[in-house]
């Protein structure tokens, strides 16, 4: 456990409960109870009383032998936005930046060895995985998780390649050492550019944002095609209009100041 907690304040029963939320995905929209131990490894009685209490709170509905989510799960993803300031305070910028590339853009923040979008303002979708607000994605495949790990701590990274680099697309890298080869490039030119990596023919660019500290909060990322743009021309003609988005964003937040920040990565020399 962390310092925050001994094992004995550990409550498994909201950890159960979240796992049977969890349960609910693209692939079991409307599971049954039994799809819904076996994706938890819970015992079916588990699951039935964690389902029956979700439903009193109104977050699970049943529907025969299936269960769908309702509406008020949305509410917990307000309240996270609602007590980030931060994500507010970006949202006008995604949307210039948006509006100037005619290209989706978002913020994200690092999860384990995941990237989760916390911000996202769409105008085509491009990927064949629906991305939206909350969505996840291997960090070490994209260059939002390449700027969020270029800047981490040396076991941030270590979990990111002890997580496993598997192949997604015909140019992902799934050797270590040039993983950690193309972090140190990211660091020294100060953003990351990734192709056909998460999948093939995708096209991103990520900058870091910082809070008023210096510290990297999260990652500024644009995306579009390889047929619509180059890799090089996504660095001359776009990523120096991310990285004047990414400083009005951190002026702001400078200006706000008594906003909730986000878990932030320190500020260091990074992990080589």
């Known amino acids: 456990m962390t310092a925050e907690g001994s094992e004995r304040d550990y409550v498994q029963s909201i950890e159960r409960g979240f796992a049977v939320l969890l349960a609910f995905d693209a692939e079991h929209p409307n599971p049954t109870l039994a799809e819904v131990a076996t994706a938890t490894g819970l015992s079916r009685p588990a699951v039935r009383r964690i389902l029956l209490t979700l439903q009193r709170l109104g977050y699970v509905a049943a529907n025969g032998s299936r269960w769908s989510l309702t509406p008020r799960v949305l509410t917990i ?8 300031g931060f994500v507010e305070t970006a949202q006008p910028h995604l949307l210039r930046l948006a509006e100037a590339t005619q290209e989706s853009a978002s913020l994200a923040q690092l999860d384990g060895s995941e990237v989760v979008y916390v911000a996202r303002v769409q105008v085509r979708r491009i990927m064949s995985v629906a991305v939206d607000v909350g969505s996840r994605v291997p960090a070490y495949a994209t260059s939002m998780g390449r700027v969020l790990t270029a800047w981490a701590e040396a076991s941030v990274v270590d979990a990111v390649i002890a997580g496993g680099l598997r192949r997604l697309a015909h140019r992902t890298i799934t050797d270590p050492t040039a993983f950690r080869d193309a972090l140190h490039q990211v660091r020294k030119q100060g953003y990351a550019v990734v192709e056909s990596e998460l999948e093939d023919g995708l096209l991103s660019a990520s900058v870091p944002v910082r809070d008023q500290h210096g510290d990297v909060l999260a990652a500024l990322a644009y995306s579009t095609t390889a047929g619509r743009m180059t890799a090089e021309q996504v660095v ?36 080589f």
Not at 77 to 84: D, M
Not at 241 to 248: H, Q, V
Request: net charge negative; charged share 20%; aromatic share 4%.
């Open 77 to 84: 993803g307000q309240h996270y936005a609602a007590t980030h």
């Open 236 to 271: 001359d003609k776009v990523v120096p209009l991310m990285l004047e988005t990414a400083k009005a964003i951190s002026d702001d937040l400078r200006l706000v100041g008594n906003h909730a920040p986000l878990p932030s990565i320190p500020a260091r020399d990074g992990f």
